[in-house]
Each structure stands twice: as structure tokens, then as C-alpha cells.
């Protein structure tokens, strides 16, 4: 058999092209629908100048999305890829996040104990960082393995439901069984990110000023790191899955498995590897997510789960594609509907209404498109 | 596929449903151990002239600390004070009840009490969780209460005739805050976040009102239930430029507020409630803790110009150091035995009855104790009470209690509704 060998430079321009223009298509689109509203409801506002506000805002709300969005896309990774190979949607995974941001912080709180972490200089403070997430990734990857092997394969061919509940189980299992050793052996349930090198600074990138008072518009170098770390991790899955031996293993299961064992594949394998992929991805996703919000808590994982399976089947699951750019969407439409949504109603909805959107939205898409953004026959499995 | 997408619009909702009941996971809330034992009930059935004073507080569990100096508190005091009601020819007993800090067992602490004719009056409780259900015994038998530490509402809003207490009010401090902020931080405009609790937004509610009332500009109002995201509440506070933002709630959320806001670059002052008051705001916030205030129900000893020969005689009664609420303990001990002895003296040297004994306590005037001149209104508040504002002044959780109190006010209680 021959295999027909992708060019690697393409494989890893492409996504990153299909990034850039998920990335600034959505703000783009999002930003003018939101400025073209604040402008139509201009006259109504006596008391603010609501599309001055709005556009002070905007830069913030943006950077703020943009991370977000990055977030909800490596996590979506995990439903998306699973949910490609076996048709299953893989509930725990949240919790996957979860243990993976335990891990890390966990290393770094007692790097911190060391003392290592105080003095470390901008180099060294980044490999501790790369420590940690590598770390998440294993213990996601690690923890989504053991699920698949000893929760999921047993069930595999029996009705969809089944493993669906199981999955729901092994959710409660981890996240109780976090809380347990954590009350156990910190008597505490959550965990706080140590503070440490110069990441919490901001680069400012330009000032404005109402009324005299002068307002930074800026972006931590928190978050430009996470943003780097995600677009690695998000260009170098592709290249797996679509330019490696792996990924054309991958590729096959998912189109069949019958035929895919016929070919000598080791199906067990390849689901094997599937779940640890998408389980290390999870995993990073936690480090970061905490690294980003401080705090680790063994329910941290299961709203962003949500949203990362909205946002996977906002972008068709089962496409890789698709989950970047429903995560990317997914991401800005909430921070942009948790600033604005008490500007514009005078204060009647506050930010916290802002996941009725999310999941509003994945109603909206599975009545009217189902497939998903990206879905239907075009799409690229996983 | 089609059977598939009703099935996942099924699941979706009934995961939404699922995520709107579940509350956001709380931080821990102190538990007590269960395995500590009730406490001796007082043995021999009431005798025609003892008169009994009950003390509820954690004696065992990890709050026993607070509990315990609460019950030495009002043992010193009945040592030091009885004198008058057995020359009255009454023999006065301490009763001291474990509550462990956990409602259940204050409640059946309660009804053993309120079965003890001989009990004439409450010390308790430490925590408003379990004054709260337990006062509804007191109350069903109009057995007076004196709460030395309680300070949510609900423990005196409900109006019961039997329920006071010596300490200020949770909903007060926003008015607390709001003075402080327009007096001497000298604040223009302030933007509120709450936690959507009833004790935060109540708070923040407080603030708001006296804000306005004082002529800040309240540029938003916001509740959060968000963990660990608040890029969401604090982007509108970028753009609105306050002087200060004030936020209702526990050091969990406010700890994480105050880093992401400081990471954001809003640069605004931070106050907020004695919710804010724990070195995990150190943890949590780090370094961005240092000069922020908040405010207090509960003033350290050594403001108290009486106090100095308490602490002489708790340590060598005790053999320890005064703990916090022991002055509060004594206070609410010393409150009943004047309710007592004014309701023997109505009653023409008899023994009062339970109703006789709240009424007289109720009408407490000008009592001067250790930690101040103390008038209960009509539902039970006193009518003015002693608020602080401290300001965090080391990053280090360790020094957490070195916050130094830059302010004490003198608050009227709210009027009653």
C-alpha cells in the first residue's frame, strides 16, 4: 500500500490560515453587528452615549474573546475527536480538564513550596510553565485512556445510550473523587494558581480617554501566551491527523471500522490513541484555563465542557475544522454578550445571563443545522 | 442521524436544566466534627428558686476555639455578677450546650432547653446558620436570646421579641462602606459587584442606597456567580472608570475580582465586607491585597478602653489567652442577668415567667459592657452599633490579622420593616 504523503509545510500553513480567518471573520462580523446596534439605539439613550461606550469596549471584549474562544477549541478537540471515531459523546471530558488543571497547579504549588518558582527568571519561569502544561496533558491523557479502556470499550456495541450514561458516571466519579482527596488532603476543595514571573503584566497597545481620563486598552502576556499555546497545540493536531501514517489510521477508523481492522489496523489502538490525544489536549486546556482564572475546583470542568460540546457541534462534530471555528465563535459571542448585554438593556440583564447565548445558540443549531457550521458532506473527519 | 439530533436537543436541555439548578459549588463551609458528644444536660429537674442560663456555641469541632471563649465569657460573667440574684434568694447555674456549629444539633440543643423550665434566658449562637432555626424553639417558647456574635438580618428581622443581640448587622456594613468611601477616601464614583447571596447583595444593596443618598455616582450594579471568569463583570468597569469598586461577598470570588481587575489594569480602590475577611484574599490576590479595606462587624479588643481588666480576670480564671467573642459572651451573659433581676423585681421577688424575663431583657437601656454602651431597639438590634474599617497592610497571609483599623463608626441599625 502506498501512502501518498501530504505536504507538511501545507498541513501547517493551512490551519493556520483557517485560524486567522476564523479568528478575525467572527470578531469582525460580531464587532459590526454589535456597534451597528449600539449605533441604531444611539437616539433612545439620553443618558450615555452608548456607541462611544460600546466602542471603548470593543478592543477588551475582543482580546477577552479571542482567549476565550481559543479555550473552548482545544477543549472541543477532545468531544470532536472522540465523537469522530466512535460516534460517542464523551461526557467526562470536562472532568479530564479538570485533573489535568489539578496536575498542574499541584506541580507548581509545590515548585513554589521549593522556592524555585519566586526567583525564576522569564526563561525559566516559562519552562515551568511548559512543565505544568505537559504535565495536564499527561494526567488528562493518562485518566482519558484508563476511561476509554475500562468505562467505554467494555460498552462499545452496545445501544448509543449506554455508553452516553456511563460517561455521565465516570464524570461524578472524577469529580467527586477529586473533591475527596482534595477536602482529604488539603482540607479544602480548590486550588490557587501560584503567582509567578512577569505574566501578569500587560502590554498596553494604545490609550484613550473619555472625559478626560485616560483609559489602556491592553492584552496580558498571559493571555498572548495562551493564545500561543493554543495555536501550537490546535496547528500541531492537524498535522497529526491529517499529514502523519497516525492520523491516516485515525482518518480510517473513523470512515470504518470494520474495513479499517480488515486493512490491518489495530482499531482498539487507534481508539486508544484517540482518547489520549484528545484527553491530553483536555488536560492542557485545564492548566491553562487555571493559569489564565487562578483557581482550580473539581467542578471547574463541567461548564466549560458544555461549552466546548456546544461549540463542537456549533462547528459540525466530528470536524476538526469545525471545532476551532465553533470555539472561536463560541468564545467571543459570550464575552461579547456578557459586556454588552447590560449596556444595552439599561441594566435589566446582567453578564450573567451571558450562557443562555451558548446554549441558545446550540439549539438554534441543532433544529435549523443540525450538520453544523461546517458539517455535512464536505467534512473531514477526524 | 435524525433520531440522533432530537436525542442531543434532549440531552442538551436537560443538561441546561441540570446547570441552572446546580448551584455553583460554594467554598467549603466550616463543618464540625460530628463525633463529639452532646453535652451533660443539666441533671437534676428545675428546684422552685435555681435559675438557669443556657450558653449555646461550638465547643468541640474546629470553631471551638470562638464557642468555647463565648461560653468562659458568660461563665466568668455569671461568676462575677450573680451576687445580686442570690441575695434575692435564687440559685443561678450555668447551662452550657454544644451546638457544633451545625443547625441540627442547635435545634435539639434547643428543645432540651426550652424543656428545662428552669432556663430563664440564651447565650448564643456563634454562627447566624444556627441561631437562626434555633431561635424559632426560643421563640415558640418566648425564652429571651442574646446573640454575643450573630450578625446576619434574619436573626432580628423576623421581629421575634425573645431574639437580640450585642453585635452589629451584616447588611449594615454597606452602609458602613459607603461612609467610609464618601468621608475618607474621598470617592466620586463607585461600581458595585455582588455574589447574588443574601448576605452580599443585601450589602451591596445597603451601599448602594447610602451611595447615592450621599451623592457618589453609581456607575453599575452587578451580581456574579462565576468561580474562577470575571473577564465578563470587570470589562464594563474598564470603561465606566470608577473611583472605587465596591463588591458584596466572600474572599473566593473577591479575591479573584480584585487579581483580574488589577490584571486588567483598572486601577480603582477595593472595599468590600468582613466576607473579604481571610488570608486566602492573600492567597488568592497576592500582592494586589496590600492597601484595600474592608469593613467589620467585630473590632479588636484593645479598642475597648474597659477592657483591660477583663482580660486580667479571664486569664487568671481560664489559665488562657482571650479569644475573640469572649468579651461578647460576657456582655450577653451580663445583659440577662439584668433582664432576670428587673423581671424578679416586676414580679415582686418571684420567679418571673420566660415572657416576663425576654421583656425586661428587650428593654435593655444604656447597659455599659466591655465592648460598649449597648440599647436594644425594637426588634432586638441595638440601636446604635460600633462597625470598623481596616486596610490590609502585607501581602503575606500570614500577617492577614495585622490589618490595622483605620476607621470605627458608629452605625444606627437600620429601621425595621
Known amino acids: 500500500m502506498r501512502l501518498r504523503r501530504a505536504n507538511p509545510i501545507k498541513e501547517i500553513l493551512r490551519p493556520l490560515g483557517q485560524l486567522l480567518i476564523f479568528v478575525v471573520g467572527s470578531a469582525v462580523i460580531i464587532s459590526a453587528s454589535v456597534l451597528l446596534l449600539a449605533l441604531l439605539l444611539r437616539p433612545t439613550r439620553t443618558d450615555i452615549d452608548i456607541f462611544q461606550v460600546s466602542l471603548i469596549l470593543l478592543p477588551q471584549v475582543l482580546i477577552d474573546g479571542i482567549t476565550l474562544g481559543f479555550m473552548y477549541a482545544i477543549i472541543a478537540m477532545g468531544y470532536t475527536m472522540v465523537y469522530g471515531v466512535l460516534e460517542f459523546i464523551n461526557f467526562a471530558h470536562g472532568e479530564f480538564v479538570m485533573f489535568g488543571a489539578f496536575a498542574g497547579v499541584e506541580l507548581l504549588i509545590w515548585l513554589n513550596a521549593q522556592g524555585v518558582l519566586r526567583t525564576s527568571e522569564i526563561w525559566l519561569a516559562l519552562l515551568w510553565l511548559v512543565l505544568a502544561v505537559l504535565l495536564g496533558m499527561s494526567v488528562g491523557g493518562a485518566l482519558a485512556v484508563s476511561a476509554e479502556r475500562f468505562a467505554y470499550r467494555p460498552l462499545r456495541g452496545t445501544p448509543r445510550l449506554v455508553p452516553l450514561i456511563a460517561a455521565i458516571g465516570v464524570s461524578f466519579l472524577l469529580q467527586d473523587t477529586m473533591r475527596f482527596l482534595q477536602s482529604a488532603i488539603n482540607g479544602d476543595f480548590y486550588r490557587t494558581f501560584p503567582e509567578f514571573g512577569p505574566f501578569a503584566q500587560r502590554l498596553t497597545l494604545f490609550s484613550l480617554s473619555i472625559d478626560e481620563r485616560p483609559i489602556n486598552i491592553a492584552i496580558q502576556y498571559k493571555a498572548l501566551l495562551l493564545i500561543t499555546f493554543a495555536i501550537i497545540m490546535l496547528v500541531a493536531l492537524n498535522y497529526l491527523v491529517n499529514a502523519t501514517r497516525l492520523g491516516k489510521a485515525i482518518r480510517s477508523v473513523a470512515q470504518d471500522q470494520r474495513t479499517a481492522s480488515l486493512m490491518g489496523i489495530d482499531v482498539n489502538r487507534i481508539i486508544a490513541l484517540t482518547f489520549l490525544i484528545g484527553g491530553a489536549m483536555g488536560g492542557a486546556a485545564g492548566v491553562l484555563w487555571t493559569f489564565r482564572f487562578t483557581r482550580a475546583d473539581p467542578y471547574m470542568g463541567f461548564i466549560p465542557g458544555l461549552k466546548a460540546f456546544t461549540a463542537a457541534v456549533l462547528g459540525g462534530i466530528g470536524s476538526i475544522v469545525g471545532a476551532m471555528l465553533g470555539g472561536m465563535v463560541l468564545g467571543l459571542l459570550e464575552s461579547f454578550a456578557a459586556s454588552y448585554f447590560s449596556i444595552f438593556s439599561r441594566g435589566a440583564f446582567g453578564a450573567e445571563y451571558k450562557d443562555i447565548f451558548a446554549f441558545g445558540i446550540l439549539i438554534l443549531v441543532l433544529i435549523f443545522r443540525p450538520q453544523g457550521l461546517l458539517g455535512g458532506k464536505t467534512t473531514q473527519k477526524a | ?417
Open chain 2, 1 to 417: 442521524m435524525r433520531k440522533l439530533n432530537l436525542f442531543l436537543a434532549l440531552l442538551i436541555v436537560s443538561a441546561m436544566v441540570i446547570s441552572a439548578c446546580a448551584p455553583a459549588p460554594q467554598p467549603a463551609a466550616p463543618v464540625a466534627q460530628p463525633a463529639e458528644q452532646q453535652p451533660t444536660a443539666p441533671a437534676a429537674p428545675a428546684a422552685g428558686n435555681v435559675i438557669r442560663i443556657a450558653t449555646q456555641s461550638p465547643l468541640s469541632g474546629p470553631q471551638s476555639v470562638l464557642g468555647t471563649a463565648i461560653k468562659n465569657g458568660a461563665q466568668l460573667a455569671l461568676e462575677q455578677k450573680s451576687g445580686k440574684l442570690q441575695e434575692m434568694g435564687f440559685t443561678v447555674e450555668l447551662a452550657p450546650y454544644d451546638d457544633q456549629a451545625t443547625p441540627d444539633i442547635g435545634v435539639a440543643n434547643a428543645k432540651q432547653i426550652v424543656a428545662d423550665p428552669s432556663v430563664l434566658c440564651v447565650v448564643g449562637h456563634l454562627n447566624s446558620g444556627v441561631a437562626i432555626p434555633s431561635s424559632e424553639e426560643y421563640h415558640n417558647a418566648q425564652l429571651a436570646m442574646v446573640s454575643p456574635a450573630n450578625t446576619n438580618p434574619l436573626v432580628t428581622t423576623r421581629g421575634y421579641p425573645e431574639v437580640n443581640r450585642i453585635v452589629g448587622r451584616d447588611d449594615v456594613q454597606g452602609v458602613v462602606g459607603a461612609e467610609f468611601a464618601f468621608g475618607e477616601m474621598g470617592v466620586k464614583s463607585v461600581y458595585i459587584l455582588h455574589d447574588k447571596t443574601a448576605y452580599g447583595q443585601g450589602i451591596a444593596e445597603f451601599f448602594r442606597q447610602k451611595a447615592e443618598e450621599l451623592g457618589m455616582t453609581v456607575l453599575g450594579f452587578e451580581g456574579t456567580e462565576e468561580q474562577a471568569n470575571f473577564d465578563s463583570v470587570l470589562t464594563p468597569i474598564l470603561a465606566a472608570n470608577p473611583d472605587l469598586v465596591y463588591f458584596g461577598g466572600i474572599y473566593s470570588q473577591g479575591g479573584l475580582i480584585l487579581k483580574q481587575m488589577r490584571e486588567k489594569g483598572i486601577d480603582a480602590q477595593f472595599l468590600g465586607p468582613d466576607g473579604l475577611d481571610s488570608s486566602e484574599m492573600a492567597n488568592l490576590a497576592g500582592e494586589y491585597v496590600v492597601d484595600m479595606y474592608f469593613t467589620t462587624t467585630a473590632g479588636p479588643l484593645s479598642l475597648f478602653p474597659k477592657a483591660q481588666q477583663f482580660i486580667a480576670d479571664y486569664e487568671a480564671r481560664f489559665g488562657e489567652q482571650v479569644q475573640p467573642y469572649a468579651a461578647e459572651g460576657y456582655d450577653a451573659m451580663s445583659i440577662c442577668l439584668l433582664g432576670i433581676e428587673k423581671a424578679i423585681e416586676e414580679n415582686g421577688g418571684a420567679m418571673p415567667t420566660r415572657a416576663q424575663v425576654a421583656a425586661a431583657v428587650r428593654a435593655t437601656k444604656d447597659y455599659d459592657g466591655i465592648t460598649g454602651v449597648k440599647t436594644f431597639n425594637e426588634i432586638g438590634d441595638l440601636t446604635v452599633a460600633q462597625y470598623f474599617v481596616k486596610q490590609v497592610k502585607s501581602a503575606d497571609p500570614a500577617k492577614w490579622g495585622e490589618a490595622e483599623v483605620v476607621k470605627v463608626l458608629d452605625i444606627p441599625a437600620p429601621a425595621a420593616n
